[in-house]
């Protein structure tokens, strides 16, 4: 199979999550040619990319962290930074 | 100075013996980001450069000259790019310069390191056909790595020159100028007569046949002929390039063209099921990939990083958790041993000169004695004070989370925790909401969002507050350090995992009753390369988390003081006998409230009106328990012994007593290395080592035994949350799931601080 359909297929039959460089072994993939293929299929709407900070969703709610000064997420103190994760879209 | 490869009448390619006039050439430098596009420029230019903007960009625009034999050469440094396509503003200048300055040379950087990925631009670039010349740079990390490279098969298979070099020292630097000033004089123009040169990715059957009846149509254009290699124009009309997609179709007469275009997109997906860009990329990626395998020997363990042999073992599956627990064992080990000196100093400030000066201060304006120096010696010290002392207790705990984080430790904790929670039968991504509860459960609240299914979100939610929040640990501390002294770390590490153990079969027992759903969708994780941390990096993000804490409070924690102290200071019993602000914290209407509340904790262990009240004030804000003991077990701010003593001697024993603290926590953390003992020969005080307010150690270990207590902090750890954590479970999911997490948290809280006591009474350790 083809790497970029092998990239997909080997998400979609993952039992459990797998590490970008577990699968890049896997594959025999350079870890930065994975990561471009992931961007790409990140691109074309069939994997969805989760980071720490995923837009509003990890978001300061209206009510805010009671006197919370700061504006949002990404200055907020106590959020840990997460690593990014893709799924499978549709899948679920 | 241009041929074109089949046209007769063009003249034989100039050399430099056939003329001297002195022209000027323009070379474009194109390459992915970090492939050293930028030293190889520099290199090549040297100090003769211009920097500016693309026209009506952001982007940097770096332009240098360089003369070769005679010749000037103009070289433009693109923007670093992954790909020529128009996904981003950088890619769409890159391929707007080539495709209307149709440079003379196209240098393409590529990091020998990093074959496979680079090779995707540079595949596309070459398919212009513009002249190319790859410039392999880094070649000295890779032969480090111990990758050899084949160039020589590299340049056929490709078409073009390959030069391996190291920008950086000036290896292979001549080699490329010299491809280069061949390359410009031998300058071709894309072939208009049907002869194009052997392809270099076969896309296969379907879309070549696509492609060639493009072919055919585009070299009837008059324009499109000579500005595009019809080939190349042909595979980005059918991977739809909007870029490519408005050039077309803002000439005339290219009607016949888009239509074929889109017919013989509609064809190729018919026959083949999928997108026909993603069919093409695939193709060229599967290129990519045959082409590293044959030119790039690699040692059999170069997959194998350094990295990935530490995550054979941190992220193993079995070997893995024990290794988190330890690792946070031991993070919670050092922060409660650390700190305790400089939680005794702040306590020391507070208690001492800062007390005094305001007392002062407050009797020279007349108030001395009166419900406004209550208010500010009790209420305000006694409340905010009480949580400010530990400032260093969290300050270390976020310094060695940030150097966790920063290390890349964090990200493969995280990895682990959704590996364990898939495992389980949970939602994997839950473990995004749930880390961020150990923070704050408000924005972990928030952040179950990011789980589509609805059932999920509800349950992660639910789940989200019975993660230890950073407001809890002082209280832990301070029961910690007054019933268990040197042992302190180990109850908040105690805490820490029995709130995520309580969660997981929460989680389990919910996910089996209320919230059946389907399975997750898969996914793929990136776990950065572990690194030295930056002092830097994880300062700022020590200073950044203790800030929140300090503004928090200053604030809230502040205005619930208040709140506390005015209960406090209201006379319910002996009314007649005592006035506002002069009763006793007993015959308070917090105590009166309290009594009320408190037998329900007697099969807890701590069935007293002060532990109920802090309890009851624990709602407002966790913090505010720590605040409300100090309070009602101390009945005012603690004021050290009145020494007389000037404002200059203060401030020198505040200096001192500084210097103090951090002499004892560098023996303090040195002490932490096995068989280091810096303290064997100094008596150990656990109520001095606490640090934290004598009298309140004091009490409470009058107050408590350690069976009570620890069955206190179960219930800290799992009751109802914060009134903003319940506003954002409210504003999320509801009232009646609000209501549901606060009676159904009370409830197991209830239940494990009973357990805990009377389990440990049965056990005879209470």
């Given amino acids: 199979m083809s790497p970029l359909y092998a990239v997909l297929d080997a998400i979609k039959n993952a039992d459990g999550p797998v590490s970008l460089s577990r699968l890049g072994r896997e594959l025999d993939i350079e870890p930065d040619a994975l990561q471009g293929m992931i961007d790409f299929w990140v691109r074309k709407g069939r994997l969805r990319m989760q980071g720490a900070l995923p837009g509003s969703a990890t978001g300061c709610g209206p009510a805010g962290c009671v006197s919370c000064p700061v504006d949002g997420p990404e200055s907020c103190p106590v959020l840990l930074h997460m690593p990014r994760r893709y799924e499978v879209v549709g899948e679920q | ?766």
Avoid at chain 2, 304 to 329: N, Y
Avoid at chain 2, 560 to 588: K, R
Avoid at chain 2, 722 to 750: D, N, Q
């Fill in chain 2, 1 to 766: 100075m241009t041929r074109r490869c089949c046209d007769i009448e063009t003249p034989p390619p100039i050399t430099l013996d056939e003329t001297h006039v002195r022209v000027g050439f323009h070379v474009a430098l194109a390459g992915n980001p970090n492939c050293g596009k930028t030293t190889i420029f520099n290199a090549l230019t040297g100090a003769r450069q211009h920097v500016g903007n693309w026209p009506g960009k952001t982007i940097e625009r770096k332009e240098g000259q360089i003369e070769l034999h005679g010749y000037d050469f103009t070289l433009v440094d693109l923007p670093g790019t992954y790909s020529l396509s128009a996904f981003s503003a950088e890619e769409i200048v890159a391929m707007d310069y080539l495709l209307d300055a149709r440079p003379d040379v196209v240098v393409i950087a590529v990091d020998a390191g990093n074959l496979e990925r680079n090779l995707y631009l540079a595949t596309q670039i070459i398919e212009t056909k513009l002249p190319a010349v790859l410039a392999l740079n880094m070649m000295d990390a890779a032969e480090a790595r111990g990758l050899s490279i084949d160039t020589a098969r590299l340049s056929a298979a490709l078409g073009v020159p390959v030069v391996p070099m190291v920008a950086r020292s000036g290896r292979g630097l001549e080699a490329l100028k010299a491809q280069m000033f061949d390359a410009a004089l031998n300058r071709e123009e894309p072939c208009t007569c049907g002869c194009t040169p052997e392809k270099l990715v076969d896309y296969g059957r379907e879309v070549e046949r696509e492609i060639a009846a493009l072919q055919d149509i585009a070299r009837t254009h008059p324009v499109l002929r000579h500005r595009y290699d019809t080939r190349w124009l042909a595979i980005k009309l059918l991977e739809s390039d909007p870029n490519i997609l408005a050039r077309v179709s803002a000439l005339d007469g290219t009607e016949a063209l888009l239509d074929a275009a889109q017919a013989g997109i509609r064809r190729i997906e018919a026959a083949l099921g999928d997108d026909s860009d993603i069919l093409i990329t695939d193709r060229r990626y599967g290129f990519i990939n045959g082409l590293v395998r044959e030119v790039v020997k690699r040692p059999p363990l170069d997959r194998h990083t350094r990295s990935d042999r530490i995550d054979q073992v941190l992220t193993h599956p079995l070997l893995g958790l024990p290794v988190f627990a330890v690792m946070m064992w031991l993070v919670f080990q050092m922060t409660a041993n650390v700190s305790s000196y400089y939680v005794d100093w702040i306590d020391g400030v507070i208690a001492g000169p800062l007390t005094r000066w305001t007392a002062a201060l407050l009797g020279s304006v007349g108030l001395g004695g009166t419900w406004v120096e209550s208010l500010v010696l009790d209420g305000v010290f006694g409340g905010v004070g009480g949580v400010l002392v530990f400032i260093p207790v969290l300050a270390f705990t976020y310094f060695f989370i940030a150097l966790l984080e920063d290390s890349g430790y964090m990200a493969r904790a995280a990895f682990l925790m959704d590996r364990f929670m898939h495992w389980l039968g949970l939602h994997g991504k839950s473990f995004i909401p749930m880390l961020l509860g150990f923070g704050c459960s408000v924005p972990g609240v928030y952040a179950t969002r990011t789980l589509e299914n609805e059932r999920d979100r509800l349950l992660t939610g639910l789940l989200v507050p019975f993660m230890s929040c950073g407001a809890r640990l002082p209280v832990y501390i301070v029961i910690g350090v007054a019933l268990f002294g040197a042992r302190a770390g180990t109850l908040v590490f105690a805490m820490y995992i029995l709130g995520i153990v309580v969660a997981i079969l929460v989680g389990l027992l919910l996910k089996h009753t209320l919230f059946r759903s389907d399975e997750e969708a898969p996914f793929v994780i990136e776990l950065p390369p572990y690194r030295v941390p930056s002092l830097k990096s994880v300062l700022l993000h020590t200073w950044e988390r203790t800030k929140g804490f300090v503004e928090h409070a200053t604030s809230v924690i502040l205005i619930a003081s208040i709140i506390v102290w005015l209960l406090v200071s209201i006379p319910v019993t002996a009314a007649g006998e005592a006035s506002f602000a002069q009763v006793d914290a007993e015959n308070s209407a917090l105590a009166a409230v309290s009594r009320w509340i408190a037998p329900a904790f007697e099969p807890a262990g701590f069935g007293n009106w002060q532990s109920a009240s802090s309890l009851v004030t624990g709602f407002i804000a966790k913090e505010m328990i720590v605040s409300t003991l100090n309070i009602t077990y101390t009945g005012e701010a603690e004021v050290e012994e009145d020494v007389a003593t000037t404002f200059w001697q203060d401030l020198g024993e505040i200096g001192l007593t500084f210097v103090q603290a951090t002499w004892d926590t560098i023996r303090a953390t040195l002490s932490l290395l096995p068989g280091v003992d810096l303290f064997a020969n100094e008596p150990v005080d656990p109520v001095e080592e606490a640090g934290g307010n004598a009298t309140l150690v004091a009490t409470l270990q009058s107050a408590f035994t350690p069976l009570s207590a620890v069955a206190f902090t179960v219930f800290v750890l799992l009751t109802a949350p914060c009134v903003t954590t319940m506003a954002a479970l409210r504003h999320e999911f509801g009232t009646k799931w609000m209501a549901f997490s606060v009676g159904f948290m009370l409830t197991i809280a209830w239940l494990g601080a009973v357990l805990v006591y009377q389990g440990g009474r049965l056990l005879g350790l209470g």
